[in-house]
Every structure is written in structure tokens, then in C-alpha cells.
């Protein structure tokens, strides 16, 4: 049995969901041919423990056309990953006792009050009707306030607001769906939360979360604005070409260049960070420790347990807690080019797959799986 059959074979084991003794490859050996088949130009992949880090795998490449190798300290961006920090954020307030998640979001923003929903819409004509409930802090952040996706203000970017401006906007939008009755993927509702927390802390949203999040967890490389230096480490995006067998680049579409402009963009709590393997893998260590590192405690256990605990309705399919997504024995989040990072508390491991894909060719996104498996035949109890 030649090697590739049989790194292909312990993938396809893996994707079914076999349970393997532990793999004798390591992982690079795993991703390689992914690359090689250009499914996948590059991965930077993390497994950390709940004292610090496990594995670091880097294969393939952050520019393919200059062949520029996918370095350990390559810089992503992570997108709604952004999400669940946001919603950590929100939860040391909660924690203080000034902000209580069941709370209308008008209480903290009057431009809210008075907020109608989508009763009819036909042929242009929308009749609008005042719903049941005003959202609340713990719907925005669990997407079913019936908040839409964005507003028709934030265009063509989703940085070209500043945060009070943005949901300002949402406060008069119409409810696409009465408040907590159906599943709204929703940046707007994170940012609204973001705004409560910067009246109700009376300090910027960037500010906080800077010197309460990412300054004592030494996540010295996330930022809404990287520097022409983390610029030059950035990987490019790709996707898979129009015969769909091949890669090809595409810009970041959705951010105003030059990134490290802080004048002309803003920070956008629901999906604007930018961020490395090992930076991203401090703030899930956080909490796969529940809520506390190296001795500090930044979330009590009951704002861990509202984060990680589903708070959709039983009568909803999308199993989502405050910020996070939550899947069986996991929980994390994604990033809309591929980025993911999945907490596993039960198997006492995080593991964190940076990648900048804005699609796959072949069986490219069968990658991350193959990997997460990896991590935990590997490293999980």
C-alpha cells in the first residue's frame, strides 16, 4: 500500500466517522495532499490544552502564485469569529451587574423603542404591525431578535460605519420576524449589543476590548486594523475557479482598503477582526478553562454557561448559544473564508484551523474535518 492511499484512506476513515487508534501521521501528512490536488492553498492548524499549546501544523502557502509559504504568525482574517469575543465582552457587563441579558435593548438605546416587524410583504408593499415583545440583549446575541442580516446603510462594506451610526440604522429597519420565534443570522444584532456595551461601560467598543480582552489574554496580534506589517503576512483569499477544479484569488471585497486605516474604517464588532492561530487559540483556551487563564478569572461560570448553553427555542432547528454556535460536544464559531475555531471541554482541547477560502474545489472543505478528527484521536481524552 503506497503512502498516499494510505493518508487517503485514514481521511476517508475519519470523515465517516470511524473511531482510529491514534493516526501515526502527523498532520501536515493529512493536509498535504489537499494542497497538492489545489483543493487547499494553505492552513495554519492549532491544537491547544487547556495549559497551552499542543500542535501547530502550517502547510501549503499564503500567496500561491509567489509560493510564499503559510507561516505559524501568517495573519487572517477571522470575520465572525469576531462574534463570540463580542459576545464575551458583553457577558463581563452582565458579570458587573449592568447589563442584564433579558433586558430590552430600548432600555440602552431608545432609538429602539417603537421598532415594528414584517407583518405582509407583497409587490413592493410591506405591512408592518408592533410585535409581540421589544428585542432584548440575550435575542441579539442568540440571532433571533428578528433583526435582519444588515442594514441597506452598510454598503458597499460592512466597515464604513462607525458602531453608533450602524445601529442607528437598525433601529429603523423593521423586524424581518417577530422577536424570538425564528433563527436570524444577524451581524446586526451582535453590533447592537456591542453599542449597549460601549453606553453602558462609557468606553469605545475597540477600547474595551482591547484592555479587558485582548491586552491580559496577550493577544497582541488581533486587530480591526493591522499594520502594513501584519499587511505583508496576511493570506490571500481564494476560491475555486469557474470550472470549479482549480484556485483562484480574490480581494477582501467586504473591507475598505488600506486595512490599517482608522480613519476611514470601523471597528465592526460582528465580524471585523483580524487575528492569528496562536492569538485566536488564547481567548478558547479562556474558555476552555471556563471562563478563566493563568489564574485570572475574566467570565463567572453562570455567563459561561449562558454562552455555551443553546438558547435558540426547542421549536428552532439552529442549535445556537450567546455568540457561539453549538454543536453536540463542541462549541465555537466560524468565519465567512473558512476560518473556524471548535472548543471541545469534554476532550479537553481547542483546535483553531486558519484558512482564507471563499469556497473549495474538489474535496477541499473536507480538510478541517479531517484534521479536527485528527486532533482529537490525537491529543483529546
Given at each position: 500500500?503506497?503512502?498516499r ?8 476513515l ?16 493529512l493536509?498535504?495532499p ?6 487547499l492553498a494553505?492552513?495554519v492548524?492549532l ?5 497551552g499549546?499542543?500542535?501547530?501544523t502550517t502547510?501549503?502557502f499564503?500567496?500561491?502564485?509567489t509560493g510564499k509559504p503559510m507561516?505559524?504568525d501568517?495573519f487572517?482574517?477571522?470575520a ?7 459576545a464575551a465582552?458583553?457577558m ?9 441579558l433579558d433586558?430590552?435593548v430600548e432600555?440602552?438605546?431608545p432609538?429602539?423603542a ?13 405591512l ?15 440571532h ?11 454598503e ?5 460605519l ?13 423586524l424581518v420576524?417577530?422577536?424570538g420565534?425564528a433563527?436570524?443570522y444577524?451581524?446586526?444584532g451582535?453590533?447592537?449589543a ?6 453602558v461601560?462609557?468606553?469605545k ?5 482591547q484592555?479587558?480582552?485582548?491586552d ?7 486587530t480591526f486594523w493591522?499594520t ?5 503576512r496576511?493570506?490571500?483569499?481564494y ?9 483562484e484569488e480574490?480581494p477582501?471585497a467586504?473591507?475598505?482598503?488600506p486595512?490599517?486605516?482608522?480613519n476611514g474604517?470601523?471597528?465592526?464588532p ?9 492569538d485566536?487559540?488564547?481567548?478558547c ?5 471556563g471562563?478563566e487563564l493563568d489564574g485570572k ?6 455567563s ?8 435558540t427555542p ?5 442549535e ?8 453536540g ?8 473564508h473558512a476560518?473556524?475555531m471548535?472548543i471541545f ?5 481547542a483546535?483553531i484551523w ?18 479536527k ?8 481524552k
Open positions: 500500500m503506497n503512502r492511499f494510505l493518508l487517503f484512506t485514514l481521511a476517508t475519519s470523515l465517516n466517522g470511524v473511531i482510529l487508534a491514534k493516526s501515526p501521521f502527523n498532520a501536515e501528512l493536509l498535504k489537499y494542497v497538492e490536488r489545489n483543493e494553505g492552513a492548524a491544537v491547544s490544552g487547556r495549559e499549546e499542543l500542535s501547530i502547510v501549503g499564503s500567496d500561491v502564485a507561516a505559524a501568517s487572517f482574517w477571522i465572525s469569529q469576531s462574534k463570540p469575543m463580542t465582552a458583553v463581563m457587563l452582565v458579570d458587573e451587574g449592568k447589563i442584564a433586558d430590552p432600555k440602552y438605546l432609538e429602539f417603537g421598532q415594528m416587524v414584517v407583518a405582509e410583504k407583497d409587490d413592493g408593499h410591506v408592518l404591525k408592533k410585535p409581540t415583545h421589544p428585542i432584548t440583549i440575550r435575542e441579539v446575541l442568540s433571533v431578535s428578528g433583526l435582519p442580516f444588515k442594514s441597506a446603510m452598510e458597499p462594506t460592512l466597515d464604513a462607525p458602531l453608533a451610526l450602524a445601529v442607528r440604522s437598525y433601529a429603523m429597519t423593521p420576524t417577530e422577536p420565534t433563527y436570524q444577524s451581524n446586526a451582535i453590533n447592537t456591542a453599542r449597549v456595551l460601549e453606553l461601560s462609557g468606553m467598543y475597540e477600547d474595551f476590548m484592555e479587558r480582552l485582548f491580559p489574554l496577550g493577544m497582541t496580534e488581533t493591522p502594513p506589517e501584519q499587511v505583508a496576511l493570506a490571500k483569499n476560491r475555486p475557479d469557474k470550472d470549479k477544479t482549480d484556485l480574490f477582501y467586504q473591507m475598505k482598503l486595512l490599517s486605516d482608522r474604517r470601523f471597528p465592526m460582528a465580524g471585523g477582526l483580524f487575528s492569528t492561530a496562536k485566536t487559540a488564547a481567548f483556551r479562556m474558555m476552555l478553562n471562563g478569572r475574566y467570565l463567572s461560570e453562570s459561561f454557561k449562558e454562552l455555551t448553553t443553546k438558547q426547542d421549536s428552532i432547528k439552529n445556537y448559544g450567546l455568540g457561539y454556535a453549538i454543536s460536544e463542541s462549541f465555537g464559531h466560524g468565519g465567512a476560518t473556524k471548535d471541554p469534554g476532550h479537553g482541547i483546535v486558519m484558512v482564507q477560502h471563499g469556497g473549495f474545489p474538489g474535496s477541499g472543505k473536507e480538510a478541517h474535518r479531517v484534521f478528527n485528527w486532533a482529537i484521536e490525537n491529543f483529546g
